[in-house]
């Protein structure tokens, strides 16, 4: 069965390479000239970022059946240009920018100045007469859309996804009201683009349009495709272009029995391609233009975020028990999100559940316990090379940006505008094979006699001369392995204790949740070297061979794969931070902060009580303590914010007690100092000290950037110098 997998995809993209050879016939007529239409964009990262994104409109002379480069590319050009940019005023309205160069007129846009919800839709219509028909341009917008982002897991219980189907609601009445508003009838074609969110209304609107033959030709390209249906229909008129690992792409999920409506087209991804390296050699100059940074690719977190989705599917096999047990909270949670809160919100999401199985409250804590190990290691960042990280992870943006780089419009422009031909572009490999090897083991990948990379039991990862890598990391005692389909290789296990090791296989395709398991291996093994062949679309590898050493047994079971147990097993096998470790060490602070607390009045009593005698005491004795302390804590208030964003009571329990040093300060300086001033500083002081718990609460404030970190940090040195006034205010001489 799996086997006729490889050669259906093999068979779509060839009929793919058809539809793509068929453009070169030229049309009849004159050609309409190509423009290029600049438009200014905004990304996660705060790039202020723009592309000339074409337009012709012989883009719409042909069969909307037959994919069209330009035309992909023009459409992401309508598309970008309907982003919502609540966070850049200056590029406002760029759809007016887009369509009105293109010469289209009656230009109207729905729902921008309304405030949005998980019932709510923006986007943009306009209009043009070519030749003896009227194109109708569409865009709902895809980025930018506040709270209907909560709208993408209300699945509901038809074959549509519920969320998904309202908002194509929405859109056909909209685009229905605009023809009828400005009196168009006769021929008409349709031109319907968007991204993310938006892309999937449009993908189910797009559907709907079709079928109703209300227009002649119906062209739709869409990006980064969510799944929106478990009744597709495979118009080829419908193109959506998605990232092999855009967690995006992957909800819901397909074992739920959700796709979607006409032809998928994958980009490649470093998992799934063997030239992965020289493919990104093509795209990097336009991620330089366009988003001022080299191209990167993370594969390690994409793993983790499938992990996560897999999970999901083994947890609520079944759409009836995700909407009876997780819908509601994920979706009120996600709608006030903020996206670099991930494991902040996955982690209350899951906390929050309740009337569970046994089996679902063991799932439950597992994954808890493993978001906070995702937490931990983007804190800790102690594992591989960091010199292989440190390409992967834009230091410079937030969480959300790396975690969902698959899905950032950037990404999808450098391969769309890149010079890569279709064949290259489209017709990948849709699978690869991943290979867990547990045990005290070092783990080299070769292809013939040529050496790729290398991960050791300790994590450090060597990549070979020519720099041609194969993602693989190393979690505790796990190392995992991950190879694309599309060619040849071997993996050399490589043992110095004679205690063994165990390993398994499973392909996984692009489409689908799961991966396909190939069995659980257990070898006892004497110190040596042990091969594994994994041969090109083969889903199994060959058998284990020795190049060194002797293989005693090789015992292999059906034990099913399980993400449950894989997550279980990286959270106990490799050491982390963890909300019991991080709360054990507040509650140290606390009792410290407490314990300055006892020493500060007693220092307090003691000179009060000899001052008669000696004099006040200088006011540094009091100040500079304070200000250690206060240092500490204001660090320690940054650092929750920055890195553990999942821990809200961590950075507002320290933004707390730097409050409270402040406070202390004044109210030292106002015993010493009796006056209305020194009352009005500790007042305000006691105010300061509300508000600051009160700003870090938001999870808006993790997705903050360095500037407001300087900003808050001088706000803090401003009032501890106003606390520190109150020694001096007022002070009487001793005499």
């Known amino acids: 069965m799996r086997t006729r997998n490889y050669k259906y995809r093999k068979i779509t993209g060839a009929v793919l390479a058809v539809m793509i050879l068929i453009l070169a016939i030229p049309f009849s007529g004159k050609a309409a000239e190509e423009i290029m239409i600049t438009v200014p964009f905004y990304s996660a990262g705060m790039w202020d970022m723009k592309w000339d994104f074409p337009y012709s409109d012989d883009y719409f002379l042909g069969s909307s059946d037959v994919f069209s480069r330009d035309l992909a590319k023009a459409s992401l050009g309508l598309t970008i240009s309907a982003f919502r940019e609540e966070v850049a005023s200056d590029i406002l309205n760029q759809y007016e920018t887009y369509l009105g160069t293109a010469g289209f007129t009656d230009i109207y846009s729905f729902g921008y100045d309304q405030p949005t919800s998980t019932e709510t839709l923006s986007g943009v219509i306009a209009s043009k007469k070519i030749n003896d028909f009227t194109l109708i341009a569409v865009s709902p917008c895809g980025q930018g859309y506040g709270k209907e982002w909560g709208s993408n897991f209300y699945l509901g219980d038809g074959e549509r996804h519920a969320g998904f189907d309202h908002g194509a609601r929405i859109l056909e009445q909209e685009i229905d009201s605009y023809l009828e508003a400005h009196h168009l009838s006769g021929k008409l074609k349709l031109w319907i683009s968007s991204f993310s969110r938006g892309s999937a209304v449009s993908n189910l609107a797009a559907a709907d349009l079709t079928e109703s033959g209300q227009f002649e ?112 909270e994920i979706v009120s949670l996600w709608t006030e999100a903020n996206p670099d809160q991930i494991f902040q919100i996955l982690s209350a999401v899951f906390t929050s559940l309740d009337d569970l199985d046994l089996r679902q409250e063991y799932s439950r804590d597992v994954i808890i316990s493993y978001l906070q190990y995702l937490a931990a290691l983007r804190m800790q960042d102690t594992r591989g090379s960091s010199e292989q990280r440190d390409i992967a992870w834009a230091s410079d943006q937030g969480m959300g940006a790396n975690l969902m780089r698959e899905h950032m419009p950037y990404i999808y422009l450098s391969w769309i505008f890149s010079d890569l031909p279709d064949d290259q572009l489209f017709e990948g490999s849709f699978a690869t094979q991943r290979l867990a090897i547990i045990g005290d083991v070092d783990v080299e990948i070769w292809q013939g006699d040529q050496f790729l990379n290398r991960i050791d039991q300790n994590g450090k990862w060597t990549a070979g001369e020519d720099y041609r890598s194969v993602f693989a990391e190393r979690s505790g005692l796990e190392t995992m392995v991950f190879l694309p389909a599309n060619d040849d290789f071997q993996v050399r296990i490589i043992t110095r204790n004679p205690t063994g090791f165990s390993f ?232």
């Open 217 to 328: 030709d119906v062209y739709a390209y869409l990006y980064a495709v969510p799944r929106t249906t478990k009744k597709e229909v495979g118009y080829v008129n419908i193109i959506n272009i998605c990232g092999a690992f855009d967690p995006v792409t992957q909800i819901p999920l397909e074992s739920w029995g959700y796709f979607r409506n006409g032809w998928d087209l994958y980009l490649p991804a470093a998992e799934t391609d063997a030239d992965y390296e020289s493919l990104i050699n093509h795209v990097n100059d336009v991620t330089m233009t366009a988003a001022h940074d080299y191209f990167r690719n993370n594969p390690e977190w994409n793993y983790q975020i499938h992990l996560i989705l897999e999970f999901l599917g083994e947890m609520f096999p079944t759409t009836e028990e995700y909407a009876e047990k997780l819908q509601e």
């Open 504 to 735: 398994r296989s499973d392909t996984c395709y692009l489409p689908s949740t799961y991966g396909a398991s190939n069995g659980y291996h257990v070898v006892l093994a004497t110190p040596g070297t042990y091969e594994l062949d994994f041969f090109k679309y083969q889903d199994e590898p060959g058998d284990l061979s020795a190049l060194e050493g002797t293989i005693l047994s090789d015992t292999v079971s059906d034990r099913e794969y399980s993400p449950t147990l894989t997550m279980q097993l990286q959270t106990e096998s490799d050491h982390h931070l963890t909300v019991t470790t991080i709360l054990a060490g507040m509650t140290g602070f606390s009792l410290l902060f407490l314990l300055f607390l006892l020493v500060c009045l007693i220092i307090a009593i003691v000179h009060a009580v000899r001052k008669k005698v000696h004099g006040p005491y200088s006011p540094l004795y009091v100040i500079i303590p304070h200000c250690l302390v206060l240092l500490l804590f204001v660090w320690l208030t940054i650092y929750f914010t920055k890195t553990l964003y999942m821990i809200r009571y961590a950075r507002m329990g320290f933004a707390a007690a730097s409050g409270l040093v402040l406070l202390l300060l004044a109210l030292r300086g106002l015993i010493r100092n009796r006056n209305l001033p020194n009352v009005l500083i500790t007042m305000g002081m006691l105010g300061s000290s509300a508000l600051n718990v009160l700003l870090y609460q938001p999870s808006q404030i993790a997705g903050a950037g360095t500037g407001i970190n300087v900003l808050y940090c001088v706000i803090m040195a401003g009032l501890t110098a106003l606390a520190s006034s109150t020694f001096w205010i007022g002070r009487r001489k001793h005499k």
